[in-house]
Each structure stands twice: as C-alpha cells, then as structure tokens.
C-alpha cells in the first residue's frame, strides 16, 4: 500500500486533522454547518479572525495603531466595512492587515487542535480561506477544497451586497479556484442543491476515517 506524503509530523496519532478551504462564496461556512451537522468538530476562522480584534484585545490596539482610529465605529468597534474597502484597494494595506491578523488566528487555531485532540477528539476540520496562500497545507492530514463555478461565486457574492468591482477585488486577493481545486486532496463541488453537497461530505468522511487510520497502522 502507497503510504500518502509525509504531512507534518503526526503530532496527533489518533485525530484526523482535516483543512477546508476554496474560494470566497464557494460554499466554505456552509461545509462548516455540514460537517458539524456530521459529527465533525470544526472551526471557521472567519470565527477567529472576529476574536482577534474584538474591543480591548491587542490584535485591534495593533490594527488602530496601523491604520489610525478612523476605522473605529463610534462605540469602539472594528468598522470592518470600511476597513475591507481599504485592504481591498491596497495590496500593502492588505499585507500590513493580514502582518498583523494572520498570525493571532493561526496561534488560536493550533491551539484548538491540540485541545481537540487532548480531548481524544478523531476528527477535527479547519476552515481556512487562504490555507494555501499562506502555506498550511502541511499542517493536516487531508486538505479539501469547496468549489463552484465561477458564475455562481459572483452570484453568491452579489447577494452579500458587493459590487462588480468589489467581488473582483475580493476574488484576485486570493488563489485562483482551479488552483485550490488542484492543489487539494478531494474537491467538494458545491453547485445545485444542498444535499448534494452534504453527500459528497458523507462520502469524504467515510473514505478520511478509514484511509488516514489505515495509513497510520
Ligand atoms: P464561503 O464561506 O465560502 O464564503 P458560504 O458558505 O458563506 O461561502 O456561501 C456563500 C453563499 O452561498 C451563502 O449565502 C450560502 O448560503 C450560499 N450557498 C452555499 N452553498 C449553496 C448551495 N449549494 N446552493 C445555494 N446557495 C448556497
């Protein structure tokens, strides 16, 4: 039997560690709902990216400190509206933000892991939209990537309110689609109705319980 690629070390013998990523609107936090709904312990780090600069904490002293207090709500919140637009036309902009962000949310994510799998935890998915951007694919046993046609991502953004030129903006800040797809271990087509997408799930599920524990035998 062909061992797969040494991932990184496997820290956690008995717990699968499962990566989730794909597009924006591909279908990511929806996965998220699936595989809970499966028995599947999960974390979305758009979760995380919320904690990290929630009032009073250091990562939101830091992005203030960068980009002055004009992206403060009057009561002291993140105005992530505006600070999206910003990042989002500016690549150095983007870069300071994500400087700052990208290495809180990995630290909170890694640590729920080693709590999942303390806990004796078998199977623990993490959403990430820019898992290979940033070079996380090592970090789990099995990488899956959501997808969709490029006609339904910008549908589903258009519902979110964006225009155009901002789900533009939004789709060049990251890997192209067929990049993601191609670089994960199974891909998860998230066109047509919601069942599909929870049996294409069901059968990732049954194929990671058995192969990622045989391989380790
Ligand atoms: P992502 O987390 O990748 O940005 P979401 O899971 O938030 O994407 O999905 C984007 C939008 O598309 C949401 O409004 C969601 O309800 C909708 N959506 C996701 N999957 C489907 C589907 N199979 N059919 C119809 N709408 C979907």
Redesign the pocket.
């Known amino acids: 039997m062909t061992r797969p690629p040494a991932r990184a070390a496997f820290c956690y013998p008995d717990m699968v560690r499962l990566g989730i990523t794909?597009?924006?609107?591909?279908?990511?936090?929806?996965?998220?709902?699936l595989l809970m709904e499966l028995g599947v312990a999960v974390v979305?780090t758009?979760d995380l990216a919320r904690a990290v600069v929630e009032p009073g904490s250091p990562g939101l002293a830091e992005v203030v400190s960068a980009f002055g207090t004009g992206i403060l709500l009057p009561g002291g919140g993140l105005d992530r509206g505006g600070l999206a637009r910003r990042i989002f036309s500016s690549d150095s902009d983007r870069r300071v933000l994500e400087g700052i962000l990208h290495p809180r949310i990995h630290q909170r994510w890694m640590a729920w892991l080693n709590r999942a799998a303390v806990e004796g935890i078998p199977m623990a998915a993490v959403?990430i939209?820019l898992l290979f951007e940033k070079g996380y694919a090592p970090e789990f046993d099995r990488v899956v990537t959501?997808g969709?046609t490029d006609r339904?991502q910008r549908s589903?953004?258009r519902?979110?309110g964006w225009s155009d030129s901002e789900i533009a903006a939004r789709i060049a800040a990251q890997w192209p689609m067929e990049g993601k797809m191609s670089a994960a271990d199974r891909v998860v087509w998230?066109?047509?109705?919601?069942e599909?997408?929870r049996c294409q799930w069901r059968r990732i599920l049954a194929e990671l319980r058995t192969r990622v524990t045989c391989s380790r035998a």
């Open positions: 794909g597009g924006i609107g591909a279908g990511k936090s929806t996965a998220a709902r979305d758009d959403v939209p959501v969709c339904t589903r953004l519902i979110r998230n066109e047509g109705c919601e599909k997408h």
